[in-house]
């Protein structure tokens, strides 16, 4: 069983940056693909960036292409999430999520999520 821990949500103003960190317990399934979700209340759970250990392919959703990048620490079993030019509309809750299987952002079907962090994007 893999256990993800989330850190680094907070509250910050529109324009501005965090960084999301997603630390894991088991090596093993870092070498698959690791990524974030984001939800917001009343709202379907959806795919924001995913990566491949072994590969460094990155993906994302394009409502955040080009303001957020996803990137890891194999040595430290860590994914990494670094969100810049924040919108209100990125606020939510923010999921690490292991996927023994490929990199499918657009799916829900991830094997091991963490506990969530809650980002909050003020205009």
């Known amino acids: 069983h893999v256990q993800l821990v989330e850190s680094g949500g907070g509250s910050v103003q529109a324009g501005g940056s965090l960084r999301l960190s997603c630390g894991a317990s088991?090596?093993?399934?870092?070498?698959?693909?690791m990524g974030w979700f984001r939800q917001v209340p009343g709202k379907e759970r959806e795919g924001v960036a995913g990566t491949y250990r072994n590969s460094g392919n990155m993906y994302y959703a394009d409502s955040v292409k080009g303001r957020f990048t996803i990137s890891r620490d194999n040595d430290a079993n860590t994914v990494y999430l670094q969100m810049s030019s924040l919108k209100p509309e990125d606020t939510g809750v923010y999921y690490c999520?292991?996927?023994?299987?490929?990199?499918?952002?657009?799916?829900?079907?991830?094997?091991?999520w963490g506990q969530g962090t809650q980002v909050t994007v003020s205009s």
């Open positions: 088991d090596y093993t399934y870092t070498s698959r693909c």
């Open positions: 999520a292991v996927r023994v299987g490929g990199c499918r952002i657009y799916d829900d079907d991830w094997n091991y």
